[in-house]
Structures are given as structure tokens and as C-alpha cells.
């Protein structure tokens, strides 16, 4: 699950700040938000979103002031835990790189591994701040863990709300067909701007995960010929 704006792309023309923020879970409309992925989301006070950015800048010296959060989010996860444990990201974007490389999963199994997720620095993350802001009121997202590859995924392509065409996630040159939620989705959301639209299969349904903004149409792999 990657963040919806990957550091050091030019932001093509057309996609402005207030697009970008709209991509955030947060941000999503109530009818985006009950065709997602089962999720929690979790208020930060002022305090807890500045350390949450310090800790993206700098990493584990933040970890201090954070203790209290990684508790509160472990206890109000407790439902979306019952088969195991939980994914945890941003509104505006996941921890995934850091966590792979420092702990080889995404899975958050106990408060104290909430907190070292919570610390690690990400440069991706502080990046996404500095360029596109952290939309007005940031929450941390906390979903149950799925491991990558268990359940089928697809990542779909909306111009001007409209669904372009759709691919296998991890294998950008296999075409799929569009999850059929998906122009719903994008209606809902209502950005001018190029979207990808990320999907998981969960309980039998399509259910979104990312929403990310392309911020370089070099990113979008190319139509396959027909």
C-alpha cells in the first residue's frame, strides 16, 4: 500500500495542492469511505500531528513524545484486530518503505510495534508534507493487515473522473478489468485531476485502499496495443 504522492516527481500541470489533499482517506466522502477497506480513523491533536512530522524528518528521537499515541491507537484497533494484526498509515500516506526495511512486514501486532512504526523517519512521508501540506485536520488510518499477495489487487486509471483502463497492481503490463465500483468512486470523489484508484479484494468485494493523485504521466504504464 504506497502513499499517493511518491517524493521527487514534478507535479504535472492541473494538479493543485487542494487535489492533492482530496486524495487523503480523511478527505474521502462518506460514500468513499464505505466502499474502502474496513478502516478506523484516529484524531491527532496539534501536539501528536507535529511530532508525527518531526518523526518523519528525523526518526527515533521523536519516539518520546509518541508513547501516548501508540497506546491509544492500539486500544482503538482492538475490533478491526480479531484475526490478526493491522496495517497502519497516514491520510496522506504509508509507512511502507521504512517498515519493510526495518522489520520485513507491514503487519502491527502490539502497541510497542504501533510506537516504533510511528518513529520511523520517512523521507517519502516528509517530502508529501513540505510539497502538498497535511490537509487541515491529519488522521492516522488503522485497517486490518492483509499480506501482500494474499487477496487479488488492481489499480485503476481515472481522467476527468472518467475509469481509462485498469492493470494488475504489482504487474502494471497485465491489463484487468475495472473493479465495478470504480467510476462510482471516482464520480464521488470529483477531482479534475488524473487519479489512480487502488483495490483489494476483501469478504468478496472490491473495496478501495489509495487513492493517489499521478503526479507524472511517465508513472502510468502504457495502454497495451491493441
Known sequence: MV???PAGLRAQRGVSRADIQRTFVEAWPEEVAASALPHSLIELSEAEARALRRAHRRGADSA???????????????ALRETGGVFLRMGYGSWAGPQLAAFGTLEVTSAQEVLATLALRDRRLAEIVRRWGQGPAPKLVVRPYIAPGDVPERRVLVVR???ERAWLRHQPTEPATPPENARAIALALGIAA???LDFMAYEGHWRLCDVGPVVDR???PPAPAA
Open 161 to 163: 473522473g472518467q475509469v
Open 3 to 5: 502513499g499517493p504522492v
Open 218 to 220: 511517465d508513472a502510468v
Open 64 to 78: 518520546p513524545s509518541l508513547g501516548r499515541l501508540a497506546g491509544r491507537v492500539w486500544a482503538k484497533s482492538r
Open 194 to 196: 488524473p487519479l489512480t
